[in-house]
Structures are given as structure tokens and as C-alpha cells.
């Protein structure tokens, strides 16, 4: 049910429940995020259908679900396209909060694509990135197409590569749009209106409509979220698990 260490024999309900509440400790479902979940799930499998070209806006409160349940789609992706279901593509995640430097995201996303350990500085890159998608596009208007392999790229914590003149988070928004770049961007935000409110109108025009923005955990949610996770273990009195949930959600 979980990915987390092995649980020792003999141990208490309480270390058994310490385990399975951990944050390292990723359950096969997300309960309470299925609308959210199909809805993703709709928009990247229909991108990877027609030739890999979307970018979709994903908001809400830190702790919400919003990565974890990106994840969860892109494992159901990888299953259909290990079975044929879907064009094969590879993932790639670059989480704000990493790099020193917005525009380092540059570098990660060019490794990616190249599948390499390439030493090389952000603006080399930025300018091998916009060579590399505009040949794409002249290799399609030629006629001969793009380059086969679909990228999938999990920009986390964009709030966090916000600069003064907007040129990391505008390029790697409008790279998806060019034809033949088999580019798909999902970027994840803890502000519902950043595009409005910290990008300009030729960057949030970018993002277009495709947006998904998560709720927060009502009480009833962290309550069934805690239970799923505990199932089988009573380390806890059910009032005392809904007390919790009313507080946190409040």
C-alpha cells in the first residue's frame, strides 16, 4: 500500500502509525483529489495524443496535493505508455526551490532533453533551448518532422522563478507553442492569479484557459486521508483523528 521503509516486527501501533503518516510515505491512491486527478490526466493524455504541445497552470494552498497527484498522473501515463496506450515520452521535474538561480532552469531542462551531465551556463543553454525548438519548427515546416521523443516538464514552485523582466518562466511557457516542439509544461504555483497578478499579459497569455486550481482539505477530507492511511491500525481513537482534522482545517 505504501512505498516507506519495512515496518520492524514487533512493532508498536504508534511506530506503525509514525511510518504510515510520514511525509516519505507515498500511497498507491490519493484520496479526495480523484476529480482533480481525472481532470489532469485528461488534459496530458489528450496533449500526448496529438504530438506533445500544452502548458497547464496548476494552483492551490501549499499542502493541497497538487504534486503528489501530478506524479500519480504521470505513473498512470508511464503504465499506458509501457503498454502502448499513449506516445512514449520522458518526465522531467525542476522544483523552484532548488536552484539558485531561475535561470538554472535552463540548464536542468537542456540536460533533459539532451540526456546528458553537460556542463554549460543558463544562457548557453537558454540559447541551445531556443535553437534545439526552433529547428524543431523548421524541420516540420519542412516536412520532416519533429524530433520523435515527447517531454514532459513539472516546473514546482514557479511562484519561486519570478524575475524582474519575466524572460525564464515567459520561454519555457512559449517553447511548448512551437510547432513541432513535443514540449508539454505543467506548472505548479501556490497562487491561484500569479499570471495576473506577478506576470505580464504576454507571459499569463501563455498559460491560456488550462488551468486546475485545488481547494483546500476540508475537515471530512483530512479525516478520510488520515483513516486510509491508518487502515488497520488502531493507534488512534477515530473522535481523536476528526478533532485533529478540525483543527487543521479550520
Not at 497552470?57 to 497527484?69: D, E, M, N, R
Not at 535561470?103 to 533533459?112: E, I, T
Amino acid at each position: 500500500m505504501f512505498a516507506s521503509p519495512t515496518i520492524r516486527e514487533g512493532a508498536t501501533a504508534y511506530e506503525i502509525a509514525r511510518q504510515r503518516l510520514h511525509v516519505s510515505a507515498v500511497p498507491d491512491t490519493l484520496p479526495c483529489r480523484e476529480d482533480e486527478f481525472a481532470e489532469i490526466l485528461m488534459y496530458l493524455q489528450s496533449a500526448l495524443d496529438e504530438g506533445g504541445s500544452l502548458c497547464l497552470y496548476i494552483s492551490g494552498v501549499p499542502g493541497a496535493g497538487k504534486t503528489a497527484t501530478v506524479r500519480e498522473v504521470i505513473r498512470t501515463l508511464q503504465e499506458s505508455a509501457d503498454q502502448g496506450d499513449v506516445p512514449p515520452f520522458k518526465y522531467t521535474e525542476i522544483n523552484g526551490m532548488k536552484l539558485t538561480d531561475p535561470a538554472q532552469a535552463y540548464v536542468l531542462l537542456w540536460r533533459a532533453i539532451k540526456n546528458s551531465d553537460e556542463r554549460i551556463t543558463p544562457s548557453h543553454a537558454a540559447q541551445l533551448l531556443d535553437q534545439h525548438f526552433s529547428q524543431a519548427a523548421a524541420r516540420g515546416s519542412a516536412g520532416g518532422g519533429g524530433h520523435k521523443q515527447i517531454h514532459i516538464v513539472l516546473m514546482d514552485e514557479l511562484d519561486l522563478l519570478v524575475t524582474k523582466n519575466q524572460a525564464v518562466i515567459y520561454n519555457l511557457f512559449d517553447w511548448p507553442y512551437r510547432p513541432n516542439a513535443r514540449l508539454i509544461v505543467i506548472a505548479i504555483a501556490n497562487t491561484m492569479d500569479l499570471p495576473e497578478r506577478m506576470l505580464s499579459h504576454k507571459v499569463s497569455s501563455r498559460l491560456g484557459l488550462t488551468r486546475v486550481n485545488f481547494q483546500p482539505y476540508t475537515y471530512q477530507q483530512l479525516y478520510t486521508i488520515v483513516t486510509s492511511r491508518l487502515e488497520g491500525c488502531e493507534a488512534f481513537d477515530p473522535d481523536a483523528i476528526e478533532f485533529c482534522a478540525r483543527k487543521v482545517s479550520a
